[in-house]
């Protein structure tokens, strides 16, 4: 009859398991780059939106299929869209980044939803934020948290 492991053994095992090291997040797929990465911060622990330029120099397109935030309990692929004269958002499954094309994350459009920060962010924080692929690719971007009055990314 197995037994199960004791308190110590089991809390030994969780240590071990600690230690090694996270998953190295894949490369992006060929001829894709993120430019232009910022998330326009908003106070009170409202959420918050982050926007990118997604280029593709390959020769297929690929899909954006999912982001994710270890500063972020909640990330969705969103889209701001007219409804009864104003702006309604709803999740998308993934964006289409044509073969030698762009696609963006920008206001009044698609954006990344960030909601219910793990820490405090402000103004000047950078934040990582994974961009997964069909296919099962990903690629990790670090994205400059802007003041709410912002109307693009940081000069550079």
């Known amino acids: 009859m197995k037994r199960p492991c004791g308190i110590a053994a ?7 398991l ?5 998953p190295a997040v894949a490369a992006a797929p060929p001829g894709v780059r993120v430019q232009s990465a910022w998330i326009r911060w908003l106070p ?6 982050g926007y990118a330029t997604v280029a593709n120099d390959g020769d297929t ?22 409804e009864d004269g104003a702006d309604a958002m709803v999740m998308i499954k993934h964006l289409d980044v044509p073969a030698h094309g762009r696609a963006a994350f920008a206001p009044g459009g698609y954006h990344i939803m960030l909601s219910k920060a793990t820490q405090p962010i402000k103004p000047g924080d950078r934040v990582p934020i994974t961009l997964q692929f069909a296919g099962g690719t990903a690629v990790e971007v670090t994205f400059t948290v ?3 009055d912002a109307s693009g990314p940081p000069a550079h």
């Open 10 to 16: 089991c809390l030994f095992a969780l240590t071990l």
């Open 146 to 148: 802007m003041p709410a």
């Open 44 to 49: 009170a622990d409202l959420p918050m939106a």
């Open 61 to 82: 397109s690929v899909q954006i299929v999912k982001a994710s935030s270890t500063d972020y309990a909640q990330v969705s692929l969103m889209r701001s869209v007219p």
């Open 18 to 22: 600690s230690a090694l090291p996270a």
